[in-house]
């Protein structure tokens, strides 16, 4: 029986019930929301698990970084170009990973996706601390409905639920003025993966005046440069190659195609385009700048929330796993287009990992068309997501009268 047969009625179900629960304003207590999640994500991980196609980077990638840590080497400077260009955080976790496989007598398909699966539900009552008082038990048992999350963390096993569990515990930390937990959590975040250096300005904005400002900086710059570090002092990266180590982390390939403009370039074909690339670093900054500049006096979730939804609007390249970024703050502060996006990106990214992978040498080419196409349909729902309304945060002049009381519905 193919993955899509089996995984995809429970799937669509949590996305009704996702839906449905906004209508008619459902708020059931934590720990239903914590099961509901859960049996997804269980039922989910257990039949990729058991599946023979396998996602390459989760098959063999994050093997060999784990492997790579396990005999003291780092894997930025020994694994296949692109294959790894992170901090030795997560290849820290992979490792782990990969120990607790063996004592348990656990598969590679199911001890390599237990911590992204529980990052993912520790996001759960997270998300319900950002929204708030009123809106937290509703927002947390959307999410752990929502398919993009289930698919990512249980399915790809992938890690912005690791990441995104940092960057939205920095966010509460800031806004409870737990200045210094702020900037360790972000900091962590960003020893993840480096697009989390987007989060960083609504986390700084979160907590008042310059010096704890400066302080959540510290930690900022701080954390990642420890795990930089331990590449010296705990794998076998000479103190020399420290400086061709942060240049490589910092590097990707370019493989473009998959997704928006560089699509229309490729005929919707997946390939690597260092010139694409160099041009599309270019578009996403700029688009990232007049993005900062024209939400500047924005509450800090709502910049955080439009700066995660332009880089997906204006990269010239992505991955599926892409697309969860912005769905917790799109659920703590909804807007009016916030359904459709969340929608339009499950239902993408599921025809990605679910049948694109069934196609594999039949008829993949052809599929892979289309559905590199389609991702306009997505952007333009990206698009609609925006805050357009909130430009302003709460409380400053010319703006609406209370941005955080005239945030619609959404649902």
């Known amino acids: 029986m193919s993955l899509a047969v089996v995984t995809g009625p429970p799937l669509v179900a949590g996305l009704v019930l996702a839906l449905v629960a906004g209508r008619r304003g459902w708020a059931p207590p934590l720990w239903v929301a914590l099961a509901v999640g859960a049996a997804l994500r269980l039922l989910v991980m257990m039949a990729g698990a058991n599946d023979s196609g396998v996602p390459y980077d989760f098959g063999h990638d994050f093997v060999d970084a784990g492997n790579a840590v396990l005999n003291g080497q780092n894997p930025t400077m020994h694994l296949r170009e692109g294959g790894w260009h992170f901090l030795p955080f997560l290849a820290y976790v992979l490792a782990g990973q990969l120990k607790l496989g063996d004592l348990l007598g656990l598969s590679w398909g199911i001890a390599g996706r237990i911590v992204p699966v529980v990052s993912d539900l520790v996001l759960i009552p997270l998300i319900g601390r950002l929204a708030g008082a009123g809106q937290d038990r ?22 912005p639920p690791i990441t995104l569990v940092f960057a939205v515990a920095a966010l509460v930390c800031a806004r409870a003025g737990r200045v210094h937990a702020a ?22 904005l979160a907590v008042a005046g310059a010096r704890n400002r400066l302080t959540v900086l510290g ?50 074909a997946q390939m690597e385009a260092p010139v694409l690339g160099r041009i599309g670093m270019v578009v996403l900054v700029a688009g990232l700048a007049a993005a900062a500049w024209w939400w500047r006096r924005a509450d800090p979730v709502d910049l955080t929330l439009v700066l995660l939804l332009v880089f997906l609007i204006v990269t010239h390249r992505l991955g599926a796993q892409y697309l969860l970024w912005p769905v917790p703050f799109l659920l703590a502060r909804p807007t009016r287009g916030a359904w459709l996006a969340i929608t339009l990106s499950s239902l993408w990214a599921a025809f990605g990992y679910l049948r694109l992978y069934e196609l594999m040498g039949v008829g993949y080419s052809a599929a892979h068309e289309w559905w590199a196409y389609s991702s306009f349909i997505v952007i333009a729902a990206l698009i609609r997501a925006l805050p357009w309304d909130r430009r302003i945060a709460a409380g400053q002049v010319s703006g609406p009268a209370d941005a955080r009381t005239t945030v619609p519905a959404a649902d």
């Open 138 to 159: 509703l927002r947390a048992f959307q999410y752990a409905c929502v398919p993009l999350g289930v698919l990512v963390s249980a399915l790809h096993g992938q890690f």
């Open 183 to 204: 900037g360790l959590f972000i900091g962590l975040s960003i020893a993840c993966t480096h697009w989390s250096l987007l989060i960083v300005p609504g986390v700084v």
């Open 219 to 268: 930690w900022t710059a701080g954390v990642p440069a420890v795990f930089l570090l331990s590449g010296w002092f705990v794998l076998d990266t000479p103190l020399t190659q420290l400086p061709l180590l942060a240049q490589r982390i910092m590097s990707t390939r370019a493989v473009v195609g998959d997704w928006g403009w560089t699509s229309l370039v490729t005929g919707g």
